[in-house]
């Protein structure tokens, strides 16, 4: 059975940090893309970083580029957003996904596997 749990989320105020997990299991994690993505109320699927199954190549959005930092463990089948200089804008629940190949998706079903979501709400 694939799951991906996603951990970390919580309640931060602007300039803050916070550090996403996402355990994977059920699936050959290593030759897998992996993605966050994340979706604020009322908005729709924003894709926010991606890494490849090496873990070798990195891609951020614009709005959070030198901000955030994805990395993966491979050995421990676990993907990680740190996430720094927080601002209002970053509030949204956060999913990580994978694919087996590069992917431009909108919508969570695009992805092969995805997650249930961690709350991330960043104010003061």
């Known amino acids: 059975q694939v799951q991906l749990v996603e951990s970390g989320g919580g309640l931060v105020q602007p300039g803050g940090s916070l550090r996403l997990s996402c355990a994977a299991s059920?699936?050959?994690?290593?030759?897998?893309?992996m993605y966050w993505v994340r979706q604020a109320p009322g908005k729709g699927l924003e894709w926010v970083s991606a890494?490849?199954?090496?873990?070798?190549?990195?891609y951020y959005a614009d709005s959070v580029s030198g901000r955030f930092t994805i990395s993966r463990d491979n050995a421990k089948n676990t993907l990680f957003l740190q996430m720094s200089s927080l601002k209002a804008e970053d509030t949204a629940l956060y999913y990580c996904a994978a694919h087996p190949h590069p992917i431009q998706a909108t919508t969570l079903e695009e992805f092969r596997y995805w997650g249930q979501g961690t709350q991330v709400t960043v104010s003061s």
């Open positions: 890494i490849n199954s090496a873990g070798m190549s990195t």
């Open positions: 059920g699936f050959t994690f290593s030759t897998y893309w």
